[in-house]
């Protein structure tokens, strides 16, 4: 067989693998739109891949605002606003605290500084299980069990570490010229923070904010723990939805559910995906 | 620069909340754990008497034994297709960054909202047994999912669909990142592609392979939402872990003790993966 052709096979099946796999990847999500948009006995009857016949909102209007949810059957619409409710302020305060840290983790020498990041690191990789029963107690004295107050507080203890991290990390290879002549120029801890390092952390903010976004949107194990149904966050809320349904399981609501659950963070993905890799990357080489 | 006292004011209350909120309750839970709390934390000083009775239960050995099937599997075979999709996407192919965007974009994605999707289509009455039924297939079954011995292999499957396009994402930097030198080389002596993947690339690619494995091993030992949505641990306990039998007796059957004692072996096995790493990690960043 001659070279040429030999390479055009291999540039076909190249491709090919390349399209089955990315077809298996996009599946799940697929069906999980298709079938949000069917009426309940087309699923049963049909195929699972198939466009919907007779398409409806109807799913999508019950996840939303008509499905039985622990007590009361509102949807998951005040659940979506507990969510936001948690990430915004949760985002915001552990961004900040992560660059005030980064900031002073790298331009002042202290004692212990070292050990102290090597401890706000290693609490990125803790199995959450082992602080459950004193953060609830915690929780409990402070008045916050069962509200959203408490997962914002709980989320942002949390983490500390990967804003931490990525701050760190970011300022750590600052041009160190720029913070020393500021400081010649009389600038004092917050002229130099907010003069030269945050103007110039705009990308770094952003990868801490998709990451903590993404982090605490789809959080559940703090969620299951510490909320009650007033205050359930999206994830533990689609999960009773899911589970609990008695009698007739509504799959296409269920789906209709999921897929709402999934927008936000989906859309944080396709507008910004770039940074979201980068904060995967920074989370995975440490350092 | 050395610290005067604004940034050792200002760095104090994140020290503080790190060391209470992570080492102190840490320390908390050990000392729960060689208590005989119930429902309730009790103080009282019981030994080791949680840990024999840990051992003693069936529901934490089948959660340790599906974790080890679990770990190992999702470790080998995300490493696996990750590397493979890695090495196929270096290819200079077209529209590169649109495969990379879809491979990756379950990353994004709640376990909750995986484990729902992955529910339905692994189920045999309305996912893909029935689907293929429904397309003429009729003697075709898969209801893995229905049967204790095989619905663990349906949360690795899940789990790689989530996590393989992170892995290729590490293995995709690592392979930018090699020495072209030594593949130019490789190529005037004549080696063919896939010969210089296995003994020039890959071998550059340790570190990655390292990484890789710890944060997939942390990840396996963490999982916890996926299974709840997926399975919840059943049929049976068929899909228990570490995870959800810790959640199970702490605070559903009231053995508080038995339940700090499973996730202070928790914390032990992420531990023993994940402190060599850091500890060289940290060095190499010190001595550059």
């Known amino acids: 067989m001659d070279k040429y052709l030999a390479s055009r ?50 799913p999508w209007l019950m996840a939303w605002s008509k499905a039985q949810i622990g007590v009361q059957a509102t949807g998951l619409k005040p659940y979506f606003i507990n969510s936001f409710l948690l990430v915004i302020p949760a985002v915001i305060l552990s961004t900040l605290i992560g660059a005030l840290n980064g900031y002073i983790l790298t331009q002042f020498k202290f004692r212990f500084s070292e050990a102290l990041f090597a401890a706000m690191l290693f609490s990125v990789f803790i199995p959450f299980q082992i602080v459950l029963i004193p953060m609830a107690k915690t929780l409990g004295m402070l008045g916050l069990a069962g509200t959203v107050k408490g997962l914002i507080f709980v989320n942002v203890v ?25 400081r010649m120029d009389g600038a004092g801890f917050f002229g130099v923070l907010m003069r030269i390092l945050l103007p110039n952390s705009a990308p770094i903010i952003v990868v801490t904010v998709i990451w903590q976004f993404t982090n605490i949107w789809n959080e559940f194990l703090f969620g299951a723990s510490f909320s009650d149904f007033t205050s359930y966050p999206l994830t533990v809320a689609l999960n009773n939805l899911v589970s609990s349904s008695t009698g007739v399981k509504e799959y296409n609501v269920h789906f209709a559910g999921a897929f709402i659950a999934a927008v936000p963070t989906l859309v944080v993905y396709l507008v910004s995906g770039k940074y979201f890799v980068r904060g995967l990357m920074a989370g995975s080489v440490k350092g | 620069m050395k610290a005067g006292w604004l940034p050792k004011l200002l760095i104090t209350p994140s020290a503080l909340l790190v060391l209470v909120c992570v080492y102190g309750y840490i320390m908390f839970t050990v000392y729960l754990s060689f208590t005989a709390s119930t429902l309730l934390p009790n103080l009282e000083w019981a030994g080791e008497a949680a840990y024999t009775r840990l051992f003693s239960l ?21 490493m696996a297709a990750g590397l493979a999709l890695a090495v196929l996407i270096d290819q200079k192919v077209r529209a590169e960054s649109g495969f990379r965007s879809i491979f990756l974009y379950p990353m994004a994605l709640s376990f909750i909202v995986t484990g729902t999707a992955w529910k339905w289509l692994l189920d045999p009455g309305v996912g893909l047994e029935h689907t293929l039924h429904t397309l003429g297939w009729e003697t075709f079954s898969f209801s893995w999912i229905k049967d204790s011995d095989m619905a663990i292999y349906c ?8 996590t393989t396009g992170f892995v290729m994402a590490m293995f995709l930097a690592g392979l930018r990142g090699v020495d072209h030198e030594q593949v130019n080389a490789a190529r005037l002596d004549g080696a063919k ?24 091993a942390h990840m396996a030992i963490k999982s916890y939402d996926l299974v709840i949505a997926l399975t919840n641990g059943g049929p049976g306990r068929s899909t228990w872990l570490p995870s959800v039998f810790m959640y199970q007796y702490t605070f559903t059957r009231n053995e508080m003790a038995v339940g700090a004692a499973s996730s202070v072996l928790m914390l032990l096995g992420i531990g023993v993966v994940v402190l060599p790493y850091l500890y060289s990690e940290l060095r190499k960043a010190k001595h550059g």
Do not use: C
């Open chain 1, 9 to 58: 096979v291999a540039r076909i099946a190249l491709y090919l693998v390349l399209v089955v796999t990315a077809f298996a990847f996009i599946m799940p999500v697929y069906v999980m739109i298709v079938n949000s948009l069917k009426p309940l006995d087309e699923i049963r009857g049909g195929n699972l891949m198939a466009l919907p016949v007779s398409w409806t909102v109807e």
């Open chain 1, 158 to 182: 949390y983490g500390i570490g990967f804003t931490t991290l990525f701050f760190r990390n970011y300022y750590a290879a600052f041009p160190n010229e720029l913070v020393r002549s500021a």
């Open chain 2, 58 to 78: 069936e529901n934490w050995n089948v959660s340790l034994g599906n974790l080890g099937v679990f770990a190992s599997l999702y470790i080998l075979v995300a």
């Open chain 2, 155 to 162: 949360v690795v499957i899940a789990a790689v669909w989530q």
């Open chain 2, 193 to 216: 592609t896939w010969q210089i993947y296995r003994h020039v690339i890959i071998p550059q690619l340790g570190p990655v392979f390292i990484s890789a494995f710890v944060i997939l």
